[in-house]
């Protein structure tokens, strides 16, 4: 666990706040995202990861993002147009780049959609059995 990230809390709390003043929306890609879905499988696999993320750190993945988020990040980067920095009509579907969700999950995300980074059975009977590894 990384003690850095108790700094997040109150951010975190605030968000959570926020999320449970707000409806439920009907359709979350309805509107939301101008780029198609992401290969079925690539989606699967990111969440896959995200989880393991936030259970490296403690943080229920519930409380960071959801597959459909994961899945607008992966269609993000998909995108031969995409910037570094999204534009400000996708800033709000893309929360896993920002803030404490992009430092928790964002950018090892994109380390391993990029190839930098793997994941791996470390101990198949372990309560944890995947860890992250370097593939440079």
Do not use: N
């Amino acid at each position: 666990h990384f003690p850095g990230f108790q700094k997040f809390i109150p951010e975190i709390a605030d968000a959570i706040e926020l999320g449970l003043s707000k409806p439920i929306p009907a359709s979350p890609w309805v509107g939301t995202m101008k780029r198609p879905r992401p290969p079925a499988l690539l989606q699967q696999f990111l969440t896959a990861a995200m989880s393991y993320l936030c259970r490296t750190h403690g943080i229920a993945p519930a409380i960071v993002g959801t597959s459909d988020d994961v899945g607008r990040l992966a269609s993000y980067w998909l995108d031969p147009t995409t910037t570094p920095e999204p534009a400000e009509d996708e800033e709000e579907s893309l929360i896993l780049l920002e803030g404490w969700r992009g430092e928790l999950v964002g950018k090892p995300l994109y380390e391993i959609f990029s190839g930098k980074k793997g994941m791996r059975v470390q101990d198949p009977l372990d309560e944890m059995p995947l860890s992250l590894c370097d593939l440079d």
